[in-house]
């Protein structure tokens, strides 16, 4: 990849061609701003994997040349990998909004590098000057309080990324409207190109606002005579809001479970968006001596994680709650891609356990914080870009946002479906595809280790899918002898009992690999032994059974 002295360059490292793991760039000459830095929540088959970041070493090949990361607001696909590129390069200042900063500082707590990074907060009026860039705000509508749009202010005009939007013009709890004035002004001043969230580019009718589901849940829970519990987003405090108000106009008392729900909860009454009485929220044991229509239970897990206080409470291994007959369970939050499985595993195991379920937009419990196309067509015609780049969103996604942009005004050979690392250069005689960083998917285990890596992943689904097979023999290497052996253990490949025709047969093919490889040599290698053990068993068991489970050869010498 080459830059131009005189061109702005534009990449992703994440959120294309998938939902999750934002992260955008913004460089000129020897100056880059990064915009948001979030975690991807992984599918079905990478096993043992907890969450995917992105692949940061092209930044840290260029650190000197980082001036920013701003970060548009605070879900978790948007920060989650701030602590993970902060271990890289922990120098890189950080501007966020109030609550994103009160999230983010939790992450770096745990990380252990709070007290070494430098923190900013930014509001829509902050402007932030660079010797050859800078950066501007301007308030948008999601899910989450405190949500901005960011320009990053070139000489060639302005790059401006939506972050995740919706024109909601009736939000909760005092929030402020969009701030279209300062979309128009963006747009009349010049926007050089548009990185706008793809999410719900294949809806044709705008989003219905937070306070129609805010209402639509108040008469669900006023109507309910059973013990509640409510499960959500920690960060949507829209919807936590929305629960604690009903909790106080029913009588009811509120459990916090979760800790980062108790970590948001807490966050939204310290930054003033929560107003909860003194006495409404109480411990586990109170609520156990509690009439079941005065308890509501406000917890984690609305995903199906295996871990969060709701999955515990549908399998019966919470400490503190166990399921009742009579208890109605609330969903207020929709699958994220890749968790649908998950989520309805979940919803029959509560059922079963004799719970009343409501989930879903056909009973009003929730809406998307991600505007349908009628407002990415208005986001286009307000800041009215010469270049368009969808983000945030799944191939097809992409796709028909580029359709839309163009319905908006924007001529299609000036709008592109990249994918992650491709980058595109603008100048002053057009725009080009400048060639590719490193934008791969970089893994993190229940360990919190980061780069686990593809072959380790690999071998899990093996195991998974597969089994394990175990071949254990005893040589001489001298005498070229084998001396005890070879045995056979089978782990999730096939039961051995019924099984002894196959193990004793791939026993004789092990020895007579150990005989002949230990004949061809004075010093027989140890490594290629047990390669040519792999390769010939893994084809016998194939033969017999067209399966390929992991050979695992095991050879003692004697000394």
Known sequence: MRIKNNEVAVYAIGGLHEIGKNMYCVQYQDEIIIMDCGIKFPEDDLLGINYVISDYSYLVKNRKKIRALVVSHGHEDHIGGIPFLLEKIPEIPVYATPFALSLIKGKLEEHGILKTTELHEEHEDTVLKFKKLSVSFFRTTHSIPDTLGIAVHTPLGAV????????????????????????????????????????????????????????????????????????????????????????IDTGRKVAIFGRSMENGVDNGIDLGYLHVPKDLIVDADEINKLPPDKVMILCTGSQGEPLAALSRIASGTHRQITLQPGDTVIFSSNPIPGNTLSVNHLINKLMEGGANVIHGRVNNVHTSGHGGQEELKMMVRLTKPKYMIPVHGEYRMQVIHTQLAQEAGVPAENTFVLSNGEVVCFGPNGARIAGRIPAGDVYVDTSGTADVGNVVVHDRQILSEEGLVVAVATVDYKYKRVLAGPDILSRGFVYMRESTELISQAQKHVYHVLRNEMAKSDKPKESEIKKAITENLSDFLYSKTERRPMILPIIIEKK
């Not at 939506?162 to 001043?189: C, H, I, S, W, Y």
């Not at 589901?213 to 959500?232: E, P």
């Open 160 to 247: 401006v990324f939506t972050g995740d939007f919706k024109f909601d013009l009736t939000p909760v709890m005092n929030q402020p409207a969009p701030d279209f004035q300062k979309m128009a002004q963006l747009g009349n001043e010049g926007v050089l190109a548009l990185l706008s969230d793809s999410t719900n580019a294949e809806v044709t009718q705008f989003t219905k606002s937070e306070r129609f589901v805010a209402q639509s849940l108040h008469n669900i829970i006023t109507g309910i005579h059973g013990r509640i519990i409510f499960a959500t987003f920690a960060s949507n405090l829209y919807r936590v809001s929305t629960a604690i108000q009903a909790a």
